[in-house]
């Protein structure tokens, strides 16, 4: 069953055309994977679900609720939570601020209850607290909760971002190339835990250029080039698909074991 889909998605930045006609559909609670030179238009893609991009034509589903062009707050809102390509963790505060910073969204008190701060407020806190925990130590890094965010090694810092984004308790999630500066043990372990956040029943998104790792834990590949899907398959299919070898797995080959 789909959970998201885009019907002829179009953006253009000027002149140029980085999503054309795009028609794809994402599996609920599948991993699926959207690979492609650099410039493909994976990111806007994500830009344009998460509503950080305005399309300039046709339409977002998700679920059958229509999304397109919606701001980020109520896409994220509506269920859908996402990374970004370069790392956005706010620099002065701890892991834990960070995650409990954007669990605001979630919380249940109101205006009277915060300008008040009554016993409510505090529950609701504490509430929250626990469960920013909960979510750093499904990602096995609680030990950090206190650490000042952007003092953390690389990969520490991309764990908390997914951290973030998995404590917004959404349906669907998207993670913009999370193994990205990793080394290899680091991308080992990420991988198994994108496949507990599957195994938790959340649908996975990932824009990766590391093909071992797409081709390892992938239900599903898309594949964008110039901003038009030239293949979608399983691993398999995309492994020996020739127009695929060609634009972008000849080039990827260095990424294959
Ligand atoms: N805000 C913007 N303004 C102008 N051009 C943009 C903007 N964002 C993206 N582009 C252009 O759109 C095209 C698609 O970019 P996008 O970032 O989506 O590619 P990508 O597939 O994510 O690439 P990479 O693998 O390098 O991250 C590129 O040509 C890029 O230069
Ligand atoms: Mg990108």
Not at 58 to 68: Q, S
Not at 86 to 95: E, K, Q
Not at 125 to 141: N, V, W
Request: proline share 3%.
């Amino acid at each position: 069953m789909s959970i998201i889909r885009t019907v002829n998605l179009e953006k253009n930045f000027g002149g140029l055309k980085a999503l054309s006609n795009l028609n794809l559909s994402i599996n609920k609670g599948s991993i699926t994977s959207i690979i492609g030179p650099n410039g493909a238009g994976k990111t806007t893609l994500f830009n344009c679900i998460t509503g950080f991009n305005k399309p300039n034509g046709g339409d977002i589903f998700l679920g059958n609720l229509k999304i397109t062009g919606q701001p980020p707050h109520l896409i994220a809102r509506s269920g859908i939570a996402r990374t970004f390509q370069n790392i956005r963790l706010l620099s002065d505060m701890t892991v834990l601020q960070n995650i409990m910073v954007s669990r605001h969204i979630n919380l249940k008190y109101g205006f009277f209850d915060c300008i008040f701060r009554n016993k409510h407020f505090f529950l609701q806190e504490d509430i929250s607290t626990q469960k920013a925990m909960k979510f750093l130590d499904f990602m096995g890094i609680s030990e950090y909760c206190h650490h000042l965010a952007t003092s953390l090694p690389y990969g520490i810092q991309k764990r908390v971002e997914i951290a973030r984004a998995l404590s917004l308790e959404p349906e669907v999630i998207l993670l913009d190339e999370p193994s990205a500066g990793m080394i290899h043990a680091e991308t080992m372990s990420l991988m198994s835990q994108i496949q507990k956040i599957r195994d938790i029943g959340k649908t996975v998104v990932l824009i990766e250029h590391d093909m071992n790792l797409v081709m390892s834990i992938s239900d599903w590949v898309i594949v964008l080039n110039y901003g038009v899907m030239i293949a979608e398959g399983t691993p398999n299919e995309i492994k020996n698909n020739r127009q695929v070898i060609e634009t972008y797995l000849g080039f990827a080959h260095e990424h294959l074991a």
